[in-house]
């Protein structure tokens, strides 16, 4: 009987040990995800779909609130305000994105869109150098250059 409670009680204190263990890796590498961000991403993305424009611009902004990184999110605002006639705005946000992320195709073609709309030339022409230079290879990218 006395070696049945040993066992049980090595084998709870292994047990233990390994879930603190895990935990510990788990909080020092990864941040946490809030699963908040993505509810109202679909939220907005259903009211696109659905043709609720303001309502979709909403969510997507309050899912930026619990994701503030999220380059994406940032470029999809960007594009709701650019398409709502906000061009001032779009610009706005794609600096921010390219402040963080200074390659990011998708933020310099739309960067490239609003100036063109502007009637800015040269910052057009600088920004289709940049894209040039950066997805020479993509022939996707490259059709709308």
Not at 14 to 30: D, F, K, M, P
Not at 141 to 145: G, P
């Given at each position: 009987?006395?070696?049945?409670?040993?066992?049980?009680?090595?084998?709870?204190?292994?047990?233990?040990?390994?879930?603190?263990?895990?935990?510990?890796?788990?909080?020092?590498?990864?941040?946490?995800?809030?699963?908040?961000?993505?509810?109202?991403?679909?939220?907005?993305?259903?009211?696109?779909?659905?043709?609720?424009?303001?309502?979709?611009?909403?969510?997507?902004?309050?899912?930026?609130?619990?994701?503030?990184?999220?380059?994406?999110?940032?470029?999809?605002?960007?594009?709701f305000l650019y398409r709502k006639g906000d061009a001032s705005g779009a610009l706005a946000?794609?600096?921010?994105?390219?402040?963080?992320?200074?390659?990011?195709?998708?933020?310099?073609?739309?960067?490239?869109?609003?100036?063109?709309?502007?009637?800015?030339?040269?910052?057009?022409?600088?920004?289709?150098?940049?894209?040039?230079k950066l997805a020479n290879d993509d022939p996707e990218?490259?059709?709308?250059?």
């Open positions: 009987m006395r070696i049945k409670e040993i066992c049980i009680v090595a084998l709870l204190l292994l047990l233990y040990s390994c879930t603190a263990a895990r935990q510990e890796i788990v909080a020092g590498t990864q941040p946490q995800h809030r699963f908040e961000a993505d509810y109202y991403y679909m939220l907005g993305y259903e009211a696109f779909i659905s043709g609720e424009w303001d309502n979709s611009l909403s969510n997507y902004k309050k899912a930026l609130e619990f994701d503030p990184k999220s380059v994406y999110l940032r470029a999809q605002i960007g594009h946000m794609v600096e921010e994105i390219l402040k963080d992320s200074p390659d990011n195709i998708r933020a310099l073609m739309l960067q490239a869109e609003i100036y063109d709309s502007q009637k800015r030339v040269k910052d057009m022409a600088s920004t289709l150098a940049r894209i040039r990218v490259m059709m709308f250059v």
